[in-house]
């Protein structure tokens, strides 16, 4: 069974920095690609960034490109986001997904909150 | 990166059919046959519904199915039941391997 945990997430100034992480188990992690997908409270699902199995292809939304890095180790079975200059729009419950083998994001985590305010 | 268009609401009630529209443009929906669906209820986390424009994942019902024409993506319902009642939101990719949601759309079963 795919299990995705979150973690990392909590209460940051804006201009702060957190980093998430997201441990993957009941499957082949590194034959995967793997993203952040995010939901502000009472609002709708926005993807954040996606990489690949061998972190060859990656991608931003144009609303966290140059503040956000996703990256992965597939040793540890772990994927993660450093986020950097959070804004108070960037507050939202972050989720982690695992691409299936052809499209769609066919497992999810819980999520973890991240919430900016000063 | 504009956010997919689809409609704030629909209803419909049980045992009837209903369809959600997804509408992007050529560099998205009408550009990939990578078009996705989820259903999620309140406080929990989304479910694959549909991917790949119109397959299903297994354990999903029959009475969901996806299509495509252009750059507008339909998901529809039938038989509705009243655990359909839900938020559904599509999922485009976009090129340059980004990706693109629906701003969702709440199912009420009447």
């Known amino acids: 069974e795919v299990q995705l945990v979150e973690s990392g997430g909590g209460l940051v100034q804006p201009g702060r920095s957190l980093r998430l992480s997201c441990a993957a188990s009941g499957f082949t992690f590194d034959d995967y690609a793997m993203h952040w997908v995010r939901q502000a409270p009472g609002k709708g699902l926005e993807w954040v960034s996606g990489?690949?199995?061998?972190?060859?292809?990656?991608g931003y939304a144009d609303s966290v490109k140059g503040r956000f890095t996703i990256s992965r180790d597939n040793a540890k079975n772990s994927l993660y986001l450093q986020m950097n200059s959070l804004r108070a729009e960037d507050t939202a419950l972050y989720y982690c997904?695992?691409?299936?083998?052809?499209?769609?994001?066919?497992?999810w985590g819980q999520g973890t909150l991240v919430t900016v305010s000063s | 990166q504009s956010a997919l268009t689809q409609p704030r609401s629909v209803s419909g009630s049980p045992g009837q059919s209903v369809t959600i529209s997804c509408t992007g443009t050529?560099?998205?929906?009408?550009?990939?046959?990578?078009v996705s669906w989820y259903q999620q209820h309140p406080g929990k986390a989304p479910k694959l519904m549909i991917y790949?424009?119109?397959k299903r994942p297994s354990g999903v019902p029959d009475r969901f199915s996806g299509s495509k024409s252009g750059n507008t993506a339909s998901l529809t319902i039938s038989g509705l039941q009243a655990e359909d009642e839900a938020d559904y939101y599509c999922c485009s990719y976009a090129g340059s391997y980004t990706f693109v949601f629906g701003g969702g759309t709440k199912l009420t079963v009447l």
């Open positions: 990489i690949s199995w061998n972190s060859g292809s990656i």
């Open positions: 997904a695992k691409e299936g083998t052809d499209s769609g994001y066919e497992g």
């Open positions: 050529s560099s998205d929906v009408g550009g990939y046959n990578y």
């Open positions: 790949d424009v119109s």
